[in-house]
């Protein structure tokens, strides 16, 4: 049962003016995306990362180097931004006009993109990069291992929404913005969601071992549980 910390690239000039960028190359992050990959490091100071995996696009590849400086950086071409097809590269304003827009909005499943991959394919793809190698983290380093994937919005939205047993056609529901971080823990019956496009606030909790009994358990705690052993107190970080 590894962590895995979802980490969504920071802004680009391409976020900061509206335009889909999708998987074109030269994106890098600008000045602001730059420090909020920086201030999401420091909420990843007390970790030890077993594992760094990210997609290959630059504004992916720039962010992990930021968030774990001095490991290894593994890419997954799994964790690609959806292929949008003709959609890349143009305003999302214009976009919005297009029939195809309200499908993907109101039923994803259903969405295709001109000359690009369907959400659904995206969306399995994605899963089942985060899934095998959670699989493999767990397998090389133990149950209580951390380890984190660098991704785009919507990669990261449909893998928040397979967690959380929602249909693709809901994702539009969960947010995620640019060097959030998302926590997801897999069990051998469910994943458990611990956070979702969180953007303040030390993660060390994630590096404390739960006892013995709960480590080898999928069953949620009825009545919420206690929390983590280290949660703060009186507002103290």
Not at 142 to 153: E, Q, R, T
Not at 188 to 199: D, E, G, I, K, Y
Not at 209 to 223: E, F, M
Request: proline share 5%.
């Amino acid at each position: 049962m590894a962590t895995v910390i979802l980490a969504r690239h920071g802004r680009t000039a391409a976020n900061a003016s509206g335009v889909l960028a999708g998987r074109s190359k030269g994106v890098h992050l600008d000045d602001t995306g730059t420090g909020q990959a920086r201030d999401a490091a420091e909420r990843l100071a007390d970790l030890e990362l077993a594992a760094v995996v990210t997609s290959p696009l630059e504004r992916c590849r720039e962010t992990a180097k930021i968030l774990a400086p001095g490991h290894r950086v593994v890419t997954d071409r799994r964790l690609l931004e959806c292929d949008y097809g003709e959609w890349t590269g143009q305003e999302l304003k214009q976009l919005a006009k297009e029939k195809l827009w309200r499908t993907v909005q109101a039923q994803p499943s259903g969405a295709r993109f001109p000359g690009g991959e369907s959400l659904p394919e995206m969306s399995a793809r994605a899963v089942n990069a985060i899934r095998d190698r959670d699989a493999a983290v767990q397998a090389e380093t133990g149950d209580h291992a951390v380890w984190l994937a660098v991704s785009h919005g919507d990669v990261i939205k449909a893998i928040l929404a397979d967690a959380l047993g929602m249909h693709l056609d809901a994702f539009q529901r969960i947010m995620v913005d640019p060097a959030s971080l998302s926590v997801v823990r897999y069990t051998p019956h469910r994943a458990f969601v611990l956070t979702m496009n969180s953007r303040c606030g030390s993660l060390r909790h994630l590096a404390s071992k739960p006892s013995r009994r709960r480590s080898r358990s999928s069953d949620a705690v009825v009545g919420g549980g206690s929390g983590p052993s280290d949660a703060p107190v009186s507002g103290k970080p």
